[in-house]
């Protein structure tokens, strides 16, 4: 299926991660030309574009997604290099690992969480809306998409990590507002959110090389499997595309293999080593 992503130009932040490689992987697949920022790991960045035969043209940036002006410019930069910005995937996350319940937890890590998982998408959004607004709608007719990465701990919470669901909760008024603001801008703009679980990332390796805690989540979930970076990349391009949702926006996908808020097998029903894929 064309997903009419043909040099449509997309942004994604945290491109350097295990998701934002794969966002890249399946965007430039469909035809999209692409700016990619991270934030420390610049030369990573580099590397695997060079590694994938990305196009000369492809605009890798180094942007701390906390830092608003920095996002501004990586959104002016777009327009210099491509003449115009449709796409935007706020990839860009942090899950501190460190458990700590909300009484013990420093002021200064919930900030920074928050900072990150919430200011960034919102700053983020924010440049992305500013583009838009400088290149107009894109002259096929096709509108603007912009997808949002949030966390099943936005929707579930977690205990130990009340700083990141917060901040990933905090995604869905976002989005819900900028359904009615980015229309001003282009009558056909969309926003959506991803909510992945358990996916196997660099992010979320440490914890996933625990069999007791991959036991753990595997309860939650119907079909007994860790996601894959491919799942939410593949549904992103899915959100994006024209030809496959263009009339879906302000809505929640969640991809957690069916987890629930409860326990629905016993631990004798789990094999942890059957859910890798």
């Known amino acids: 299926m064309d997903q ?13 991660g295990g998701i934002g490689r794969e966002l890249a992987r399946q965007f ?18 580099e590397a695997f574009v060079r590694s994938e035969g990305l ?28 003449g115009r910005l449709d796409l935007c995937v706020a990839n860009a996350g ?9 009484y013990a ?41 912009a997808v949002l990465i949030g966390s ?7 205990r130990g990590h009340s700083d990141y669901a917060a901040a990933k909760s905090g ?32 992010m979320a390796r440490a ?10 989540a595997l309860r939650t979930m119907a079909l007994r499997q860790l996601g894959a970076a491919r799942d939410v990349a593949a549904a992103a391009l899915f959100l994006c595309s024209p030809a496959a949702a263009a009339h879906i926006t302000g809505q929640t996908l969640t991809i957690a293999g069916g987890m629930e808020g409860r326990s629905l097998w016993r631990d004798n029903e789990i094999d942890p080593g059957a859910a890798r894929r």
């Open 55 to 82: 196009p000369e043209e492809t605009l890798c940036l180094a942007a701390d997604v906390r830092d608003a002006a920095a996002l501004e410019s990586a959104s002016q930069a777009a327009l210099e290099r491509f």
């Open 28 to 45: 430039h697949a469909a035809g999209a030309r692409l700016m990619l920022t991270a934030h420390s790991r610049l030369g990573e960045l």
């Open 105 to 145: 937890l420093p002021a200064a890590r919930f900030a920074d969480t928050v900072a990150i998982n919430l200011l960034g998408p919102a700053y983020t959004l924010r440049a992305f809306g500013q583009a838009l607004a400088a290149c107009g709608p894109h002259p096929d007719g096709g509108g603007a998409a």
């Open 4 to 16: 009419r992503l043909r040099q449509r130009v997309a942004w994604i932040t945290g491109a350097s």
């Open 171 to 202: 995604l869905v008024g976002l989005m819900l507002s900028l359904k009615n603001e980015l229309v001003r801008l282009d009558p056909r703009a969309r926003i959506n959110l991803i909510e992945p679980g358990w996916t196997r990332t660099e």
């Open 207 to 216: 914890a996933l090389d625990d069999p007791q805690r991959v036991r753990s």
């Open 94 to 102: 942090h899950w501190p690992s460190d458990e700590r319940p909300l």
């Open 152 to 158: 099943t701990a936005g929707r579930f919470g977690e």
